[in-house]
């Protein structure tokens, strides 16, 4: 890929991880410490990060904090926990009911202030009834490779829980809860974050039971057992939830906002597509790279560069044994589809940093992406067959990796048409 293209892009998406950092963004949502107890809990891939950002501001504090393996940061009085994502695990589980009985020993008098941001789903491991840890990790898995929205997994996943759909703050009731959101999620709905710990819901136990017939997903009979009946879910109206106030303070528009401003100060024309698309990812890039040339075409000579940005949450419908992600897979579709048009580049990453299950935040693109393959003796169709993404661009170099961003606000694309 052309140097120049690719610096530019990585830098769209720099800056978009930049603008979502919650030490950036996060203190303008904090009121003024409260006098009396404080207790900070929370969740999700960039709870330790804002953890951080909450002692920056307010000096240390007491509490309890649950994130990714590899995402902790230093704390002074906040306690980090890393456990297991995007499948959850013992250590999960075990921090989790640490924090259920944490959280049961408070009293009205008590101001709790919980972070919650993507990831927070598997981090947070309470299986209910009598399913099992194991259970609820291969009902995870199940769910991952089936290709069904985030939304849908989410309502599957507050149902089998004892800790999602409002449960967490009902735990800290009757104490007054104020949580602050890092959205990851189409439509910044803060029922959907993290499955929603301090958000009431009105779905059912039977909107679980479709959701998995229409995904053909097997469960064991403990979950079935569960889902037989009505769940701990709490209803938004719910009066466990008076005292509960959920606050979004950074979302994916506006990394794509600040992305866009720095293509435009760069001398680019800018068009967001949206920054809640959702889909198969291999269908979305198909669609995207048919738009890249139908307006490259139109473009009159001279014109300056024009760069299409998009955010979302893509899917993946596992058919292949391959290593891959959403990101990685859209951008591999990308390549098929455009092959080797001239003048067209392209960045997919999540900006967590990592895509799929793997430590590869995504893959950049271009016209010598084919002849890259080529000669690293790679198929691009036989890739995709074998959702093999991040093995095709490990093998010819154009893998992005971070590291740990220490935020989330999920998908972030961008194509450059020159």
């Not at 997903?217 to 889902?227: D, K, M, T, Y």
Request: overall charge negative; charged content about 20%; proline content about 6%.
């Amino acid at each position: 890929m052309n140097g120049t293209q690719n610096d530019f892009l990585r830098k769209l998406f720099q800056r978009a991880v930049e603008v979502a950092d919650p030490m950036k963004s996060l203190a303008a949502f904090l009121p003024e410490k409260p006098s009396g107890r404080v207790v900070v809990i929370g969740a999700g891939k960039a709870s330790a990060r804002m953890a951080e950002a909450v002692e920056a501001e307010w000096g240390p504090c007491e509490g309890l904090v649950l994130t990714r393996y590899g995402y902790a940061r230093p704390c002074e009085g906040i306690e980090i926990v890393e456990a297991a994502h995007p499948v959850p695990d013992a250590a999960g589980q075990e921090a989790t009911q640490r924090l259920l009985d944490y959280l049961g020993s408070l009293d009205e008098d008590t101001f709790v202030l919980a972070l919650i941001s993507g990831g927070a789903s598997a981090l947070l491991t309470a299986p209910a009834g009598n399913i099992t840890l194991a259970e609820k990790q291969q009902v995870n898995q199940s769910l991952l490779a089936s290709g069904a929205p985030i939304g849908q997994m989410n309502v599957v996943r507050k149902h089998l829980s004892r800790v999602k759909g409002g449960q967490l703050a009902a735990a800290a009731s009757p104490a007054r809860l104020l949580a602050l959101l890092l959205s990851d999620v189409p439509g910044d709905d803060p029922a959907e974050i993290g499955s929603g710990p301090t958000v009431g819901d009105s779905t059912t136990a039977a909107d679980a039971r479709v959701i998995i017939e229409q995904w053909n997903i097997e469960v064991p009979a403990a979950v079935s057992e569960v889902l037989a009946a009505p769940t701990g879910v709490l209803r938004p109206d719910d009066p466990r939830l008076a005292n509960v106030t959920n606050t979004i303070f950074a979302a994916p528009s506006q990394s794509l906002e600040a992305a866009g401003a720095l293509a435009e100060a760069d001398g680019c024309e800018v068009r967001i597509l949206g920054d809640a698309l959702e889909g198969e990812a291999r269908e979305v890039a198909a669609e995207h790279a048919a738009l890249a040339l139908s307006l490259q075409a139109e473009r009159p000579a001279g014109s300056k560069p024009l760069v299409l940005l998009s955010g979302g949450e893509l899917t993946v419908t596992r058919r292949g044994n391959g290593v891959g992600g959403p990101n990685a897979e859209y951008a591999l579709a990308l390549a098929h589809a455009l092959d080797g048009a001239p003048g067209i580049y392209a960045i997919a990453c999540d900006t967590d940093g990592v895509d799929g299950a793997a430590e590869v935040a995504g893959a950049v693109i271009g016209p010598e992406t084919p002849l890259k393959a080529r000669n690293a003796g790679e198929n691009l169709q036989e890739a995709l067959d074998a959702n093999n993404a991040h093995g095709f661009f490990e093998k010819i170099g154009d893998q992005v990796v971070t590291g740990p961003t220490l935020t989330n606000v999920n998908d972030f694309r961008a194509i450059w048409i020159g």
